[in-house]
């Protein structure tokens, strides 16, 4: 090789790459990390925001059933919730927190949970539903008795 | 190794490879950041509460039009229930038709349904003519009606000159006795001090509450709407505490003149006091239950309505 330089070659080429290696490889874990990041937070901001207006449809639902009587009585809300957060498919889990219900929306990849409490004084049905058209409705059972009485929340 | 001695286009080659992974990364989060502004739009949307606005709305004109077609129903037909009835059916219709045609300007069902028979009947008893309180053998001490399970509109128009300004037990009084629970005194009387009329409640003896009125020289009581001259009196909300059936007595009826009408939740009550020169009574509808249906692009609501204009709010 004609040179004149003291290193050699090859060690020069091999430093360069490795810095180079080294440094764009930085660059993509933590661009990598930052969007995974950002999308954790967007995945959770948009689920409760879905489950903001889910809980709120159940106690309209709630607040109107009660009002109704007779044997006809109806009191049914639909909702479109959106099939995917983010492109990621979550789901809704009503559950009982002892004196009230509550909601759950989780992905389970990323695995984001965001609970939303609601205040009904009827029972909310224990009910697993995903995303997409939902319906709430509020089921008297057939009786006159109101502490029998449930909203329920389904998928259509 | 590669060849890092030749073509100078050849360079480079790990910084391409790099800057493209990073576009590949800087996509996908332009993809993760529309999805954030997107849920930024769905928490601007309306939730839905047009619909719950417009359901109580249209729900609250249907009772209130209800209302209305009963009164006036039974003020034109007081001979008998079957013409009420048919007054009613064909008012609901019309109501119906109404309420139709203005929710479906706002892209909205409302429906409202009468069935013939779907309402319970009831007396009115009602004095017209300026004079005391009396029965029609002048009696000052009479039973209006026994064993009610209820009353609605019993509204009086009383002058305050011809109240008793004395001792409270010489005062007209109104008593609801039922066959177990608290006696309910409702005793109308006179200050002279500030000439005002006074209406006094009393639970089995004890006063609850008092109300006054010291305008004009005439007192409009409305017993079951709780109102003294239009200003609400809360001792007048007994209602909820007086259990079915109770008996309605007047006493002291001389000590006072005026007007009255009260609406009995029963179909018959007796003869003798009544017609001549003292009170009438006449058949009325007691309640009206009316079918609503209301609805909209996501909300369903059905209930079945009971109208019974001037009941107590209990």
Excluded at chain 1, 80 to 96: F, I, S
Excluded at chain 2, 65 to 75: A, F, N, P
Aim: charged share 20%; net charge negative.
């Amino acid at each position: 090789m004609c040179d004149r330089r003291g290193v050699s070659t090859a060690l020069g080429y091999v430093l360069n790459l490795g810095i180079a290696t080294l440094v764009v490889t930085g660059l993509l874990v933590a661009g990598g990390s930052y969007v995974e990041d950002e999308r954790e937070q967007t995945i959770r901001t948009e689920l409760s925001v879905i489950g903001q207006q889910l809980a709120g449809d159940v106690e309209t639902v709630d607040r109107l059933g009660r009002t109704t009587n007779g044997s006809d009585n109806r009191t049914v809300l639909t909702r479109e919730m959106p099939r995917a957060a983010v492109n990621v498919g979550y789901t809704v889990t009503v559950v009982d927190t002892g004196s009230d219900s509550a909601l759950e929306l989780s992905t389970t990849d990323p695995d984001v949970t965001v609970r939303i409490e609601m205040a009904t004084e009827t029972d909310v049905a224990d009910a697993t539903v995903q995303g997409g058209a939902v319906r709430v409705s509020y089921d008297s059972k057939g009786t006159d008795d109101p502490s029998d009485d449930e909203v329920v929340v389904q998928n259509e | 190794m590669a060849d890092v001695t030749g073509d100078p286009s050849d360079r480079g080659q790990l910084f391409l490879v790099g800057g493209l992974s990073l576009a590949v990364i800087l996509v996908v989060l332009a993809v993760t950041l529309n999805s954030a502004i997107y849920t930024e739009n769905l928490a601007t949307r309306g939730s839905g509460t047009a619909d719950t606005d417009a359901v109580e709305q249209a729900r609250s004109n249907a009772v209130h039009g209800v209302e209305g077609l009963m009164e006036h129903t039974i003020e034109a037909n007081p001979s008998s229930y079957t013409d009420q009835q048919a007054a009613v059916d064909s008012g609901v219709s019309e109501l119906h038709t109404l309420s139709r045609r203005y929710a479906a300007q706002n892209g909205r069902l409302v429906e409202l349904t009468y069935g013939l028979g779907d309402d319970t009947r009831g007396v009115r008893v009602l004095q017209t003519t300026d004079a005391t309180f009396e029965d029609d053998d002048g009696n000052d001490s009479w039973t209006v009606a026994t064993d009610v399970p209820a009353v609605r509109q019993f509204r009086m128009d009383v002058e305050r000159s011809s109240l008793n300004d004395g001792v409270l037990s010489d005062s007209f009084n109104i008593t609801f006795t039922p066959t177990s629970g608290p006696v309910y005194e409702v005793v109308v009387g006179r200050t002279i001090l500030t000439d005002e009329t006074t209406v006094s409640v009393y639970r089995d003896g004890s006063l609850v509450g008092r109300c006054s009125d010291g305008t004009g020289s005439q007192t409009t009581i409305d017993v079951t709407g709780a109102t003294v001259a239009g200003s609400y009196c809360p001792a007048l909300t007994f209602f909820g505490d007086l259990p079915p059936t109770y008996n309605i007595t007047y006493e002291n009826a001389d000590d006072v003149r005026g007007t009255y009408e009260l609406t009995v939740e029963k179909a018959i009550i007796l003869d003798a006091p009544y017609g001549g020169g003292g009170p009438t009574k006449q058949p009325a509808l007691y309640s009206t239950t009316v079918g609503f249906y209301f609805e909209s692009n996501r909300f369903v609501y059905e209930t079945e309505l009971r109208v019974a204009p001037g009941e107590p709010d209990v």
